[in-house]
Nanobody, 124 residues
């Protein structure tokens, strides 16, 4: 399994932006789709966005479409989630994970162990 490390979270005002990063130190995402998930207090972890291995295809939860963008670095081994127009309901711990296909990620089926995540707090 690939170790996953999320970073970039923080406290931001509603309407602001943050960029999260997902890295695989000592490993590689090569050949895998990578997805972002979030877990709000008292709620289950849910799918947010995914990018295919090539970076050419992306998928989003309806709640973030038009506001969030997921993309990979050129080396394909770091994946980012650009979050704009943040809302208080985006407050959650954000996690990344991977699988062969984005479809599996959208169903919550992942191959990696969950990392510690990165906390995002949006103040209204």
């Amino acid at each position: 399994q690939v170790q996953l490390v999320e970073s970039g979270g923080g406290l931001v005002q509603a309407g602001g932006s943050l960029r999260l990063s997902c890295a695989a130190p000592g490993g590689t995402f090569s050949g895998y789709a990578v997805g972002w998930f979030r877990q709000a207090p008292g709620k289950e972890r849910v799918f947010v966005a995914a990018v295919s291995w090539s970076g050419e295809s992306t998928d989003y939860a309806d709640s973030v479409k038009g506001r969030f963008t997921v993309f990979r670095d050129v080396d394909k081994n770091t994946v980012h989630l650009q979050m704009n127009s943040l809302k208080s309901e985006d407050t959650a711990v954000y996690y990344c994970n991977y699988n062969s296909w984005s479809d599996w990620l959208m169903r919550g089926v992942v191959l990696g162990s969950w990392g510690q995540g990165t906390q995002v707090i949006v103040s209204s």
